[in-house]
C-alpha cells in the first residue's frame, strides 16, 4: 500500500531561522494535503496540491508538489513560535488520507 | 458555524469491554472517516462512512465497527478492547469537494487499562 515519509521528524529552531520538511511517497499521489497539529490538539488543514510543480504561498509558508507527484516539501520563512506544532503531509484522495509520521517543530524564543 | 463535534473526550476502559464514539460532522459535510492516532504516530485510517454506507476500510479488524446515521452524524464501535487500542480517535468530516480539506473534531482520548 501507499507509504508516505516525511524527515526530518524533529526540528528545533531559533525564532526568526527558516524551517523545511521534506515529504517523500511510495506511488504517484493524486494530490497531496498538509496538516498541522498543535501539541494537544487535532490536525487542521493548510492546503491542498494537486499540479506537478505546483507551488503554494500562505504567508510565511511555501508548499511544493514535485514534478514527479511523489515528493512534496514545506518551507518556513522566519519561524515564529505561533508555528509550533507537527506538521503532516498526507496522500489524499476522496476516501482516505495517507499520513506520513510528520514533523515536529519546536521554536526558541 | 459548527465544526466537527466528538464525544467523550476522554474514556478509560478495562480491556475485553466494548466502546462507542460519536461523532456529528460539520454543517454541510456529508462524509465522516475515522482515524486512530497513537502517541507520536500519524492518524491510521480506520474508515470512511458515505450515504450511511461504510465505503472505504483501513488495516483495521473487524473488532472496528460503524455506523452513519441519516444525520450524516457517525458512530465507532470497538469490541473486546486490547491494551494496544489505547489512543487519540478522530472523527474527520469532508464534502464533495477536497479543496478545503479534511475537517477534524477533538478527538476522544481512549485508554484501555
Known amino acids: 500500500g501507499q507509504q508516505v515519509m516525511q524527515i526530518p521528524q524533529y526540528q528545533h529552531v531559533q525564532e526568526g531561522e527558516d524551517f523545511t520538511t521534506y515529504c517523500n511517497s511510495s506511488?504517484?499521489?493524486?494530490?497531496i494535503q498538509w496538516y498541522k497539529q498543535r501539541p494537544g490538539g487535532h490536525p487542521v488543514f493548510l492546503i491542498q496540491?494537486?499540479?506537478?510543480?505546483e507551488v503554494k504561498k500562505q504567508k510565511r509558508l511555501t508548499f511544493q508538489f514535485g514534478e514527479a507527484k511523489k515528493n512534496s516539501s514545506l518551507h518556513i520563512t522566519a519561524t515564529q513560535t505561533t508555528d509550533v506544532g507537527t506538521y503532516f503531509c498526507?496522500?489524499?484522495?476522496?476516501?482516505?488520507?495517507?499520513f506520513g509520521k510528520g514533523t515536529l517543530l519546536t521554536v526558541n524564543p | 458555524d459548527a465544526g466537527v463535534t466528538q464525544s467523550p473526550t476522554h474514556l478509560i476502559k478495562t480491556r475485553g469491554q466494548q466502546v462507542t464514539l460519536r461523532c456529528s460532522p460539520k454543517?454541510?459535510?456529508?462524509?465522516v472517516s475515522w482515524y486512530q492516532q497513537a502517541l507520536g504516530q500519524g492518524p491510521q485510517f480506520i474508515f470512511q462512512?458515505?450515504?450511511?454506507?461504510?465505503?472505504q476500510r483501513g488495516n483495521f479488524p473487524d473488532r472496528f465497527s460503524g455506523h452513519q446515521f441519516p444525520n450524516y452524524s457517525s458512530e465507532l464501535n470497538v469490541n473486546a478492547l486490547l491494551l494496544g487500542d489505547s489512543a487519540l480517535y478522530l472523527c474527520?468530516?469532508?464534502?464533495?469537494?477536497?479543496?478545503?480539506?479534511?475537517?477534524f473534531g477533538s478527538g476522544t482520548r481512549l485508554t484501555v487499562v
Open positions: 496540491l494537486v499540479k506537478s510543480g
Open positions: 498526507c496522500g489524499g484522495s476522496n476516501y482516505k488520507l495517507t
Open positions: 474527520a468530516s469532508s464534502s464533495g469537494t477536497l479543496n478545503y480539506g479534511y475537517t
Open positions: 462512512y458515505y450515504e450511511e454506507e461504510e465505503r
Open positions: 454543517s454541510g459535510h456529508d462524509t
Open positions: 506511488t504517484t499521489l493524486s494530490n
